[in-house]
């Protein structure tokens, strides 16, 4: 009899779990009460496209919908078998995407760092907004550095960002993950747009980081305030 790890191997089994993701997905979307913050968001952005949308792990399952269908994105995703159903799971959405995870420093040449880094400079030359959790796995809410250097190499701003229901199971995981549940409301909340300089140096380029990171929990707490009906401004 295969073990658990083997069928969870198997592409067959992926792409199913993959399917059934984006359709549920697809529901808790479509039974939400949306409410997108700033109001004016897809005007604003202008001369900002493309840039990286930057968001932490465990927040990620809605965000495909956060784009409009007039914008092109790619979003990074890991080269674990996670990773593959999560990969099916963003294409079936309308989400392009490019394998190869982060690293704890600025290690791109472990995990295929090297070529996913050098696509995603392509993919923002070509004009299509990088996603990509700013936080590195087994390190939640912890920004790394690849994020700012991409930004500083590339010259486009990271904007952070959150999608977040009222209805929501809270898992007890390393990144705290929150289980959207349909026929709720529903919060996408982009916060001020983050410019790294081209020539920072690492002093800087570590402002810049702790920067992500107070953008990211503002856009996670606003949205959770929305939602929750609280009255946090």
């Known amino acids: 009899m295969p073990s658990l790890k083997r069928i969870a191997r198997s592409r ?4 199913a779990i993959g399917v ?10 479509n039974t939400c009460r949306v409410t997108l913050e700033p109001g004016d968001l897809y005007d604003r952005w202008g001369p900002d496209l493309p840039f990286i949308a930057a968001m932490w792990h465990g927040q990620h399952f809605l965000t495909p919908f956060a784009k409009p269908d007039s914008v092109e994105v790619k979003v990074l995703v890991s080269r674990h078998r996670d990773g593959e159903i999560n990969a099916i799971a963003a294409e079936r959405l309308g989400i392009g995407t490019i394998r190869g995870s982060g690293d704890h420093g600025r290690r791109y040449d472990r995990k295929g760092g090297v070529g996913a880094f050098m696509s995603m400079l392509k993919a923002l030359e ?9 936080d590195v796995p087994k390190v939640s809410r912890v920004a790394g550095s690849g994020i700012v250097t ?6 486009r701003p990271i904007y952070p960002f959150t999608v977040a229901t ?3 199971i809270q898992l007890n995981n390393w990144d705290h993950s929150a289980l959207n549940l349909p026929f709720g409301r529903m919060a996408i909340v982009f916060g001020a747009p983050i410019r790294v300089p081209r020539d920072a140096d690492d002093i800087v380029l570590e402002g810049y980081r702790r920067e992500v990171e107070r953008g990211l929990n503002a856009v996670v707490d606003r949205a959770y305030a929305i939602v929750d009906g609280t009255k946090r401004s």
């Open 12 to 15: 067959r089994v992926q792409r």
């Open 20 to 29: 059934f993701a984006s359709e549920y997905l697809r529901l808790v979307r």
């Open 126 to 134: 070509e004009g299509y907004i990088v996603a990509m959790t700013a």
């Open 166 to 168: 009222s209805r929501r």
């Open 150 to 155: 991409l930004a500083q190499i590339s010259g």
